[in-house]
């Protein structure tokens, strides 16, 4: 498998679903990332952890279903929140000034801790 | 430019009165474990104990014009950083063969040479640069810190005759070692600041309480004046046409040891550095060319920016240049007095081989940084990996290398100067058949990512490209290709200061914002995530173009400062 393909994997801590996500996030893949979390909060899921520590990089496709999953939550009064970003993909959220568009924690204990 | 954590006194700032005094004995007392190559290189000569002084008196007066000219800033000379000069290992093996064939005059007049020699490359570094990579000069300074780890364990046993013996040695080097340690790693301010010198103290008290400390090696029968000039009597020069090629590789291998240190001071400064400041290493290597021209005119040996000292400057977070003033006047003042070289010949081993040892760990890790910045393809990897022996050949291969013939012994006794020899050619052997254009055709209305990636990840460790730029590179052609319609091409052309992309497509030109377009708009229509594709490509490359040319096809230019 490419390393720099797209992973999923999901896991629970408490009342929180954490979904660890590796590889690169582009329009060839984020449609992938938007049916798992829309499988999600299908299935009951009120807080979401997106976990990027595993990321290279995300291109504005990426971005783009990352802003609609949040605000599909807040419609339903659930919650997605952003943890682990570093390197590049952090960057890129830096550059692109979309960190304030998302809730963002640090490491993910840090985020546990805080949800 | 952004400060660093853990940065206590930046470049430009001048620390509260005691601590620059307290810091500058501290870098004195380190750059003094310096004066033991001009010891090394005095008895080779077969110097007596009152001209040994004497040549270690003129070494210290050339450390404090040498640190002066180094770390000034101005617009003419100077690297602007704390980078004192140091007497430098590098110009040692050459030297005591120079001194072999003709005495110090002889080493004298070659190293006039030598600095001649950097001073006149000084104007021109950024056209040679191609010559002298940074992972070179990372691979000399990572052979400079492992010999000087090399150097610190061998002084930690010199002293040893028996098994004994080794034991207070060693029993001394570890205690001053541990203390240097635990100073800098779980200690604050002015502990961790001073840690070098708290551990040579405690040194020399191990050493005292081990009954080891004997001030009277060091003292020529008659005694010593408080006060006196370093007699010129050792002043002549010499010069001999078959050690200038030696000579010649060593002010090289020089050049790369300056680079790199001063580089490293440039990166302790800044959070955000990402490349050298050339005008900084060309005014830095004309001080340096200039300060061996006038150590060897006044008797002494080659000077080169000390490894150590900006090792020890990143160690304790106090790299202010007003240093390099205290420093010198330290330095110019213990000249002038002969117990303070003769204090430096009797200092004990033990206590030399902790300082050499505990900067060796900073040197190398900062040569390896420099080193795993680039991408390493294999002809790099060969570069790197073949130099990396052949610096190790002459410590463990004394036999085979006894027999290469004479003239090539300067170069071949150093592992330095082999290592450096070795990647210096081997660099530019392997530039045969790198292309600095590569093109790359597309699948037309198919974007295949891997290959994309592969191609610019192989192409960047050809050129020996940084990772972070081919990262930005490989996210910049991505970006574009995944909102433009039919893409045909992507060109990327190299040089060691500019990464270029051109992407060629089908279709109508992509908009590059100056605004971010606010969250609303990018979820609103996929006209959104476009205007934030552009914006994106603006904030990750240093420049961006996008022009439409003949045929209906449009060229995206990508770039990125190297």
Same mark, same amino acid.
């Given at each position: 498998?490419?390393?720099?393909?797209?992973?999923?994997?999901?896991?629970?801590?408490?009342?929180?679903?954490?979904?660890?996500?590796?590889?690169?996030?582009?329009?060839?893949?984020?449609?992938?990332?938007?049916?798992?979390?829309?499988?999600?909060?299908?299935?009951?899921?009120?807080?979401?952890?997106?976990?990027?520590?595993?990321?290279?990089?995300?291109?504005?496709?990426?971005?783009?279903?990352?802003?609609?999953?949040?605000?599909?939550?807040?419609?339903?009064?659930?919650?997605?929140?952003?943890?682990?970003?570093?390197?590049?993909?952090?960057?890129?959220?830096?550059?692109?000034?979309?960190?304030?568009?998302?809730?963002?924690?640090?490491?993910?204990?840090?985020?546990?801790?805080?949800? | 430019?952004?400060?660093?954590?853990?940065?206590?006194?930046?470049?430009?700032?001048?620390?509260?009165?005691?601590?620059?005094?307290?810091?500058?004995?501290?870098?004195?007392?380190?750059?003094?474990?310096?004066?033991?190559?001009?010891?090394?290189?005095?008895?080779?000569?077969?110097?007596?104990?009152?001209?040994?002084?004497?040549?270690?008196? =003129?070494?210290?007066?050339? #450390? @404090? /014009? !040498?640190?002066?000219? &180094?770390? %000034?800033?101005?617009?003419?000379?100077?690297?602007?950083?704390?980078?004192?000069?140091?007497?430098?290992?590098?110009?040692?093996?050459?030297?005591?063969?120079?001194?072999?064939?003709?005495?110090?005059?002889?080493?004298?007049?070659?190293?006039?040479?030598?600095?001649?020699?950097?001073?006149?490359?000084?104007?021109?570094?950024?056209?040679?640069?191609?010559?002298?990579?940074?992972?070179?000069?990372?691979?000399?300074?990572?052979?400079?810190?492992?010999?000087?780890?090399?150097?610190?364990?061998?002084?930690?046993?010199?002293?040893?005759?028996?098994?004994? =013996?080794?034991?207070?040695? #060693? @029993? /001394? !080097?570890?205690?001053? &070692?541990? %203390?240097?340690?635990?100073?800098?790693?779980?200690?604050?301010?002015?502990?961790?600041?001073?840690?070098?010198?708290?551990?040579?103290?405690?040194?020399?008290?191990?050493?005292?309480?081990?009954?080891?400390?004997?001030?009277?090696?060091?003292?020529?029968?008659?005694?010593?004046?408080?006060?006196?000039?370093?007699?010129?009597?050792?002043?002549?020069?010499?010069?001999?046409?078959?050690?200038?090629?030696?000579?010649?590789?060593?002010?090289?291998?020089?050049?790369?040891?300056?680079?790199?240190?001063?580089?490293?001071?440039?990166?302790?400064?800044?959070?955000?550095?990402?490349?050298?400041?050339?005008?900084?290493?060309?005014?830095?290597?004309?001080?340096?060319?200039?300060?061996?021209?006038?150590?060897?005119?006044?008797?002494?040996?080659?000077?080169?920016?000390?490894?150590?000292?900006?090792?020890?400057?990143?160690?304790?977070?106090?790299?202010?240049?007003?240093?390099?003033?205290?420093?010198?006047?330290?330095?110019?003042?213990?000249?002038?007095?002969?117990?303070?070289?003769?204090?430096?010949?009797?200092?004990?081993?033990?206590?030399?081989?902790?300082?050499?040892?505990?900067?060796?760990?900073?040197?190398?890790?900062?040569?390896?940084?420099?080193?795993?910045?680039?991408?390493?393809?294999?002809?790099?990897?060969?570069?790197?990996?073949?130099?990396?022996?052949?610096?190790?050949?002459?410590?463990?291969?004394?036999?085979?290398?006894?027999?290469?013939?004479?003239?090539?012994?300067?170069?071949?006794?150093?592992?330095?100067?082999?290592?450096?020899?070795?990647?210096?050619?081997?660099?530019?052997?392997?530039?045969?058949?790198?292309?600095?254009?590569?093109?790359?055709?597309?699948?037309?209305?198919?974007?295949?990512?891997?290959?994309?990636?592969?191609?610019?990840?192989?192409?960047?460790?050809?050129?020996?490209?940084?990772?972070?730029?081919?990262?930005?590179?490989?996210?910049?052609?991505?970006?574009?290709?995944?909102?433009?319609?039919?893409?045909?091409?992507?060109?990327?052309?190299?040089?060691?200061?500019?990464?270029?992309?051109?992407?060629?497509?089908?279709?109508?030109?992509?908009?590059?914002?100056?605004?971010?377009?606010?969250?609303?708009?990018?979820?609103?229509?996929?006209?959104?995530?476009?205007?934030?594709?552009?914006?994106?490509?603006?904030?990750?490359?240093?420049?961006?173009?996008?022009?439409?040319?003949?045929?209906?096809?449009?060229?995206?230019?990508?770039?990125?400062?190297?």
């Amino acid at each position: 498998m490419n390393k720099t393909a797209l992973r999923m994997e999901d896991s629970h801590a408490g009342s929180v679903c954490i979904l660890s996500i590796g590889g690169r996030i582009d329009s060839a893949n984020a449609a992938d990332l938007l049916d798992r979390l829309n499988g999600l909060f299908s299935s009951g899921e009120k807080t979401i952890l997106l976990d990027f520590k595993e990321v290279l990089y995300l291109t504005s496709a990426a971005f783009r279903v990352l802003l609609v999953v949040t605000d599909e939550a807040e419609r339903n009064e659930a919650r997605v929140v952003l943890c682990g970003l570093a390197g590049q993909a952090r960057e890129l959220f830096e550059m692109g000034g979309l960190l304030e568009a998302f809730t963002v924690h640090g490491s993910r204990e840090d985020a546990l801790g805080r949800l | 430019m952004s400060r660093p954590p853990g940065l206590l006194y930046s470049v430009d700032e001048t620390p509260p009165r005691a601590v620059l005094i307290a810091a500058g004995l501290q870098q004195a007392a380190l750059m003094s474990t310096s004066l033991l190559y001009p010891i090394i290189l005095g008895r080779e000569a077969h110097l007596s104990p009152d001209r040994l002084l004497d040549f270690v008196s =003129v070494s210290m007066l050339s #450390l @404090a /014009i !040498a640190t002066l000219l &180094l770390c %000034t800033k101005s617009r003419f000379i100077g690297s602007g950083y704390l980078c004192p000069g140091g007497c430098s290992q590098l110009y040692l093996g050459p030297s005591v063969s120079a001194a072999h064939i003709g005495g110090l005059p002889l080493v004298f007049g070659m190293t006039v040479v030598t600095g001649i020699l950097q001073t006149a490359i000084a104007p021109v570094l950024r056209r040679v640069r191609f010559l002298l990579p940074p992972e070179i000069a990372g691979l000399v300074i990572a052979v400079v810190g492992l010999f000087m780890a090399v150097l610190g364990v061998r002084y930690s046993l010199s002293e040893a005759t028996s098994s004994t =013996v080794m034991s207070e040695d #060693l @029993a /001394i !080097a570890a205690v001053s &070692l541990t %203390t240097m340690v635990i100073l800098n790693v779980w200690t604050k301010g002015f502990l961790r600041m001073f840690c070098l010198l708290l551990g040579v103290a405690v040194g020399y008290g191990a050493s005292a309480a081990f009954g080891i400390l004997d001030f009277s090696t060091g003292m020529p029968s008659q005694g010593l004046p408080l006060l006196r000039l370093p007699s010129l009597e050792l002043l002549q020069w010499r010069f001999d046409a078959s050690l200038i090629a030696p000579f010649a590789i060593i002010a090289i291998a020089g050049i790369l040891n300056l680079t790199a240190n001063v580089s490293y001071a440039q990166r302790i400064n800044d959070a955000d550095w990402v490349r050298p400041n050339f005008s900084s290493l060309s005014r830095g290597l004309l001080a340096n060319g200039i300060a061996m021209v006038v150590s060897a005119t006044i008797g002494s040996m080659g000077i080169n920016t000390y490894s150590s000292s900006v090792g020890l400057s990143a160690a304790t977070g106090v790299t202010s240049r007003s240093l390099a003033y205290v420093i010198s006047i330290v330095f110019a003042l213990l000249s002038l007095m002969p117990a303070a070289a003769a204090l430096i010949t009797t200092i004990p081993a033990p206590v030399v081989g902790a300082a050499f040892f505990f900067a060796a760990a900073f040197v190398f890790a900062s040569g390896i940084q420099a080193i795993t910045a680039r991408l390493l393809d294999s002809r790099k990897i060969i570069v790197i990996g073949f130099s990396f022996a052949m610096a190790m050949l002459p410590n463990t291969s004394q036999d085979l290398l006894a027999h290469a013939p004479g003239l090539f012994h300067p170069i071949l006794e150093s592992g330095l100067v082999l290592g450096t020899v070795s990647a210096v050619l081997l660099n530019l052997l392997m530039r045969i058949g790198v292309r600095q254009r590569v093109t790359m055709k597309l699948e037309p209305g198919h974007v295949d990512r891997e290959t994309i990636e592969q191609f610019l990840s192989e192409q960047g460790g050809r050129w020996g490209a940084r990772r972070d730029i081919i990262s930005r590179a490989i996210f910049g052609v991505v970006q574009v290709l995944e909102v433009v319609d039919h893409g045909s091409e992507v060109e990327a052309s190299f040089d060691e200061f500019n990464l270029d992309i051109r992407i060629r497509y089908a279709g109508t030109p992509l908009l590059i914002p100056d605004r971010r377009p606010t969250p609303r708009e990018i979820v609103a229509s996929e006209d959104g995530e476009r205007l934030l594709a552009g914006y994106l490509l603006r904030q990750t490359a240093d420049r961006v173009n996008c022009k439409a040319s003949g045929g209906g096809t449009v060229e995206v230019q990508l770039h990125y400062d190297h």
